[in-house]
C-alpha cells in the first residue's frame, strides 16, 4: 500500500520523476472534539526557570551530546555510519508505505511504553538506560517547570514511543534497525550538512551526489516551511503520524515537539533555514523548550512509575488517545 503523495514544489533541476514529492498525510482531528487554545511561547517564559538548573553532565560524568570520545562512542559511532550511509529518498518513502497505514496492531500508551523497557537507544552518549524510564523521566521534568500546561507534561511521556519500530516483540517480520528509528534527524532530498553530528558518513549516502538531491534547495522550494520537508526516517514522524490519526487533541505546537525534535542541525545548529516560512520561528520556539528536558532529564533519578501512571492516564484520556491506538 503506497503512502499518499503530498505534492509540494521542486528546486530548479529537478526532473520529472521528482515532480510528485511522497510526505505522510495529516489526518485533522475530529471536528466533534474540542481541542485546547493554540498557546503562545514568550521569551520570558522560555528563560523562566529552565535554564537555570541544568545538570552539566550526563549520567556518565560527561558533557552532554559528546559524539567525540563518550562512553557509548563504539555503538553510537556505528549507528549513525549506518544512519547517514542508508537515509535515502528512496528508502523513506519505503518506511512511509510500511509504517504508515497504521496496520501494526493496536496497544494503549501504557501498554507501548512498558514494551519500551526492552529498548535502549544506541545513538544515545548520554543514557544507556531502557527507554520507558527516559519517557517519564522527560515528563517529570516538564511537569516542575510547567505546571499548568497538563498538554506539555504528556508530549514529554509521548515523545520516544515510535522507537516501538525497533522491537521484534512489537514489529515482528517488519522490526526496523535502530539506525533507521533513533537518532538526530536531517531533511532528505536536499544537501547534507555539516552540522549533522558524523557529517563525514554521508559521502557514501547514494543521495549525496545526486544532480538534484545533492543540491542546495533539492527537490524543495526555498522557504517552503520545515514541515514540508521530509525528513530522515525515525521514530518522530511515526509518532507524530500515530497520534494525528487517531484524533489526538494536544495542541500542534506539542505534536511538532515530537516530530522535530530530533532535527537537532535544524533546531540547535540553524542548518536548513533557508527552508524555513514565517511561522517556523514560533514552532521552533517550542520544540528547543522541549529539549531541554528531553536531553536534560537523562541524568534525573529513576522516578516511581507506577505512582505516575494514574496521573498520565488521566491526561491520555483528556486528549482523547486513552485507550487503544491504531500503530
Known amino acids: 500500500m503506497e503512502a499518499p503523495a503530498l505534492s509540494m514544489p521542486l528546486g530548479t533541476g529537478a526532473d520529472a520523476a521528482d515532480k510528485a514529492v511522497r510526505a505522510p498525510s495529516v489526518e ?33 560524568g560527561d558533557a552532554f551530546r559528546n559524539y567525540e570520545d563518550s562512553a557509548r562512542q563504539d555503538v553510537v559511532s556505528e549507528t549513525y ?33 512498558t514494551m519500551l523497557d526492552q529498548l535502549v537507544d544506541d545513538s544515545d552518549p548520554d543514557n544507556d538506560l531502557p527507554n520507558s524510564v527516559h519517557d517519564f523521566q522527560t515528563a517529570e521534568r516538564i511537569r516542575k517547570q510547567w505546571p499548568d500546561h497538563d498538554w506539555f507534561h504528556l508530549v514529554g511521556l509521548l515523545h520516544d514511543i515510535g522507537k516501538l519500530m525497533a522491537l521484534p516483540s512489537f514489529a515482528g517480520k517488519h522490526v526496523t534497525p535502530q539506525w533507521a528509528v533513533v ?34 534547495n533539492g527537490m524543495y522550494e526555498p522557504r517552503c516551511g520545515i514541515s514540508q520537508l521530509i525528513m530522515s526516517w525515525g521514530h518522530d514522524e511515526y509518532m507524530y503520524q500515530v497520534l494525528k490519526k487517531n484524533e489526538c487533541t494536544i495542541p500542534e505546537e506539542g505534536l511538532n515537539m515530537i516530530r522535530f525534535h530530533s532535527c537537532y542541525p535544524w533546531h540547535d545548529k540553524r ?20 529539549n531541554k528536558f528531553d536531553l536534560y532529564s537523562k541524568g534525573d533519578a529513576v522516578p516511581d512509575v507506577e505512582s505516575l501512571k494514574p496521573y498520565y492516564q488521566s491526561l491520555l484520556e483528556k486528549y482523547n488517545i486513552g485507550g487503544k491506538l491504531r500503530f
Open 271 to 290: 542548518a536548513f533555514t533557508h527552508f524555513e516560512a514565517p511561522e517556523d520561528a514560533e514552532m521552533m520556539k517550542w520544540v528547543k523548550e522541549f
Open 81 to 113: 555510519r549506518d544512519n547517514h550511509v542508508n537515509q535515502t529518498v528512496a528508502f523513506v518513502r519505503e518506511m512511509h508505505e510500511r509504517w504508515l497505514p497504521l496496520n501494526h496492531g493496536e496497544l494503549t500508551i501504557m501498554e507501548a511504553i
Open 28 to 60: 485533522e482531528a475530529s471536528a466533534a472534539t474540542e481541542e485546547p487554545e493554540s498557546p503562545r511561547l514568550t521569551d520570558l517564559e522560555t528563560d523562566t526557570g529552565s535554564e537555570s538548573k541544568l545538570p552539566v553532565e550526563n549520567v556518565f
Open 183 to 216: 537518532g538526530d534527524t536531517f531533511p532528505v532530498g536536499c544537501a547534507h550538512s555539516d552540522a549533522c553530528v558524523f557529517p563525514e558518513f554521508f559521502k557514501e549516502n547514494p543521495d549525496h551526489d545526486h544532480p538534484v538531491y545533492g543540491t542546495l
